[in-house]
């Protein structure tokens, strides 16, 4: 069965440093997604994207955040500069057409920030 | 603004006990709803999913849930639940017209043996 994967599993950081967090979402999958969970909280939607560009967004995803489709593979998550705050485990998700509305889903990159 | 309300925060159970986790949601419009469950250590994985039709959807291991529109719930059951279904379990909501879900806060359950 066709898989998102996520890379790396648990990334540790100091608060300040810039982190990259890289998914390869299924290959014929056109919508894509990040969502965030912090410890012991809901899974939040950060942002989807579609056709290069970013569809939706949400509050938490602000100036520090940013994402991209380097090479039609890999969708990436950059945190410019990392806050204690954004210590949780990020996952990446995607889906094929409008009309398939189901989100699959990667395992997730665990991100602490000390 | 649109909302996801999980009841129950943690559940604990008897193997062979029946289950209903509950959930309900905020928004008058079409809706396509799903239960998402997240095993110790794994990613997050359907469950099963609502987008129209019978009501009453059944989906992998022995779950179904039922979409009630007039109490905007969409609670999931099991009727003799095992310790591998320990885990945890967030309802999901996509919005007419919209292509992200919405979570619940998750329900932790724990099967005792």
């Known amino acids: 069965e066709p898989e998102v994967t996520q890379t790396p599993s648990h990334q540790v950081t100091q608060m300040g440093q810039e982190v990259i967090l890289r998914c390869v979402p299924i290959s014929n999958h056109l919508y894509f997604y990040w969502y965030r969970q912090i410890l012991g909280q809901k899974v939040e939607f950060l942002v989807s994207f579609y056709n290069n560009e970013i569809s939706e967004k949400s509050e938490i995803f602000d100036d520090q955040f940013s994402v991209e489709r380097p090479d039609g593979s890999n969708f990436t998550l950059k945190i410019r500069s990392t806050k204690l705050e954004d210590s949780a485990m990020y996952f990446c998700?995607?889906?094929?057409?409008?009309?398939?509305?189901?989100?699959?889903f990667g395992a997730g990159s665990r991100l602490t920030v000390l | 603004a649109q909302s996801v309300s999980q009841h129950n925060h943690h559940v604990i159970l008897s193997e062979a006990a029946s289950l209903e986790l509950g959930c309900n949601y905020s928004y008058g419009g079409t809706v396509n709803l799903f239960w998402y469950v997240q095993y110790p250590g794994q990613h997050l994985q359907l469950l099963l999913k609502y987008f129209s039709g019978d009501p009453l959807v059944k989906g992998i291991k022995g779950f179904e849930a039922e979409f009630i529109k007039s109490k905007f719930s969409f609670n999931l059951r099991k009727p003799s639940v095992q310790w591998s279904d320990t885990a945890e379990y967030f309802c999901?909501?996509?919005?007419?017209?919209?292509?992200?879900?919405?979570f619940g806060k998750g329900t932790r359950l724990h099967i005792l043996p």
């Open positions: 999901a909501v996509m919005m007419n017209r919209d292509d992200k879900i919405i």
């Open positions: 998700a995607s889906k094929g057409d409008s009309g398939a509305n189901v989100l699959t």
